[in-house]
Nanobody, 115 residues
């Protein structure tokens, strides 16, 4: 079955960086677009970034220029490099794949940006 396991979250000061990782299994990873979403306290889950099976990327306006999504098809991994973090980036970050019309989510990893 599809499994997504996020890691790499933590606490960081404003202006700092973190790299999130998502290990995927249970499907042909290289064939699917992969995404990162986040849910801030008291807010709905929102799109952060997507990388297609062909390595094309797109980002939410709020993270454009600061975050970079990448993937390693040999390792079935997707990454989110986050730079210049600010308090508004505090959230639980989720890895996502839509497979056969059904969305799959990991358990999430907490990112806290605070001084």
């Amino acid at each position: 079955q599809v499994e997504l396991v996020e890691s790499g979250g933590g606490s960081v000061q404003p202006g700092g960086s973190l790299r999130l990782s998502c290990a995927a299994s249970g499907f042909i990873f290289s064939s699917y677009h992969m995404s990162w979403y986040r849910r801030a306290p008291g807010k709905a889950r929102e799109f952060v970034a997507r990388i297609t099976s062909g390595q094309l990327t797109n980002y939410a306006d709020s993270v454009k220029g600061r975050f970079t999504i990448s993937r390693d098809n040999a390792k079935n991994m997707v990454y989110l490099q986050m730079n210049s973090l600010n308090a508004e980036d505090t959230a639980v970050y989720y890895c996502n794949v839509d497979r056969l019309g059904f969305p799959y989510w990991g358990q999430g990893t907490q990112v806290t940006v605070s001084s």
